[in-house]
C-alpha cells in the first residue's frame, strides 16, 4: 500500500531517547505531555546544580515520579552527568542497582547548564573504561566550545577532534550521538563501529537555519545544537526513515520560558514533548516512510540500551488538523510550544 493512502497507523508505545525535565513548578506542568505518548525516557541531568552522583539521580528520580498524575504511567532513565571528578565506582553502582542507564557528557561551557561538564577529556578516561566493561553508555552532547570555530561549524569539528579519539582509545564503549544536526555526523555513525548510534530531535528533521535567521530571529527555533542548512536537515530525514538501527528518537524537548529565551540573551531549547508524534507522522509521510516510524520511535532506542521495546501501543489517526496550545502555563511562567510551521493531521490515540 503506498504510504499516502495510509490514514491509520499503529504502533508500540513510542520512547524519548532524551528528555529535558527539570524539576519544581517546571517538572510538574512538563511531564505529563511526555508522559500522555511516551512509555520511558532518557532524563538529561543538566539541572542547577546537575545530576552527579548515584545518589542524585535517585533523588531526582523520585521527584519525576512523585510529580507524575496518578492516571499515569511513565518510566525515567536515569542519566549522570559527567564530571571530572566523576568516581567510576559511583557510575558502576548508578548503572548495576538500575539507577541510571546512562552518562552524559557535556564539553563545559557547550550548552544549557553544562558549566560542570568537562574540558579535559583525559580526565573522565577511568570513567569511560569502567563504562566500556559494564556495557554502559555513553550520551555525547557532540560540540566544541573553542570560540574560535563557527557556531556552524561545532559538530563536525566534535567528530574529528574528540569523538574520534575517544572512540579509537576505546572501541567496546557504547556511544550515543545526541541530537545529530549534520550530515557529517550521520556519515559518521553509518560508517561507524557497532556500539555507535545517533538520537535526532523532531526539530531538527523540520526546520533548517533560515526558520531561525530569515526574515526575522525567532527565539523559539533557537536551540544546541543550532539547525544547519537545509542539506543537513534532508540528511537527518534519510536517517530517521531509513530503519537503520542506529538512528533513533530523541526528542531533545527542552522547556524554558518566554521571558527566559525573548530577551537580548535568550536561551537554547524547543518545547517539542506536546505535539512531537503528530510531528513525526507527518515527516514521515512526507517522505513516504510512515511504515518506518515504528522503528525510529518505539524499536531501535530500545535495541541499543539493551531494554525490550513497549508491549502496548499508540494508534496514529489522520483527521482534521491537530490542535494543540501555542503556549502552557507552569509554575515558573509559559512555556511555547514548537510550531513546526505547517498544520498536523495525525492525532494520537491510546
Ligand atoms: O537547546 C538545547 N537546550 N540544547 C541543549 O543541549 C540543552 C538544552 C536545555 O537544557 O535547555
Ligand atoms: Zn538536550
Not at 511513565?74 to 542519566?79: A, D, K, R, V
Not at 515504528?294 to 508491549?311: D, I, K, V
Request: glycine share 6%; proline share 8%.
Amino acid at each position: 500500500m503506498k504510504d499516502a493512502a495510509l490514514t491509520s497507523l499503529t504502533l508500540r508505545r513510542p520512547d524519548d531517547w532524551h528528555l529535558h525535565l527539570r524539576d519544581g513548578a517546571m517538572l510538574q506542568a512538563v511531564l505529563p505531555e511526555s508522559a500522555r505518548h511516551f512509555a520511558r525516557a532518557i532524563i538529561m541531568p543538566n539541572l542547577v546544580p546537575p545530576v552527579v552522583t548515584a545518589a542524585q539521580a535517585s533523588a531526582y528520580r523520585d521527584r519525576i515520579m512523585a510529580a507524575l498524575p496518578s492516571d499515569m504511567t511513565f518510566e525515567p532513565l536515569m542519566t549522570l552527568y559527567m564530571t571530572e571528578e566523576t568516581d567510576p565506582d559511583d557510575v558502576e553502582a548508578a548503572f548495576t542497582s538500575g539507577i541510571a542507564r546512562a552518562v552524559k557528557l557535556y564539553p563545559a561551557g557547550a550548552t544549557t547548564n553544562s558549566a560542570s561538564g568537562v574540558t579535559d577529556f583525559d580526565r573522565i578516561r577511568p570513567v569511560l573504561d569502567r563504562m566500556a566493561d559494564i556495557g554502559m553508555p555513553l550520551c555525547v552532547h557532540g560540540e566544541v566550545t573553542d570560540s574560535r570555530i563557527d557556531i556552524f561549524d561545532r559538530e563536525a569539528v566534535f567528530i574529528d577532534k574528540v569523538l574520534k579519539p575517544i572512540r579509537k582509545k576505546n572501541p567496546d564503549l557504547k556511544i550515543v550521538m545526541e541530537h545529530v544536526t549534520t550530515e557529517d555526523a550521520v556519515d559518521y555513525v553509518r560508517d561507524a563501529h557497532k556500539n555507535t548510534a545517533a538520537t535526532i530531535t523532531t526539530h531538527h528533521l523540520i526546520i533548517n537555519r533560515n526558520n531561525i535567521l530569515a526574515g526575522g530571529i525567532k527565539p523559539h527555533y533557537y536551540c544546541l545544537p543550532v539547525a544547519k542548512r537545509e542539506a543537513h536537515r534532508v540528511a537527518l530525514v534519510q536517517a530517521a526513515i531509513s530503519g537503520d538501527k542506529r538512528f533513533f528518537l530523541g526528542t531533545d524537548s527542552a522547556p524554558h520560558t518566554d521571558p527566559a529565551k525573548l530577551q537580548p540573551c535568550g536561551c537554547a531549547g524547543i518545547f517539542t514533548a506536546p505535539n512531537t508524534m503528530s510531528c513525526l507522522a507527518e515527516v514521515f509521510e512526507a517522505a513516504e516512510a510512515l511504515p518506518k516510524l515504528e522503528a525510529f520511535t518505539s524499536l531501535n532506542g530500545p535495541r541499543f540500551y539493551g531494554l525490550p521495546p513497549n508491549e502496548a501501543t499508540i494508534t496514529l489517526k489522520k483527521g482534521d488538523p491537530v490542535t494543540y496550545p501555542e503556549q502552557i502555563s507552569t509554575g515558573d511562567g509559559p512555556v511555547t510550544v514548537f510550531d513546526p510551521g505547517f498544520p498536523l493531521h495525525w492525532h494520537v490515540t491510546p
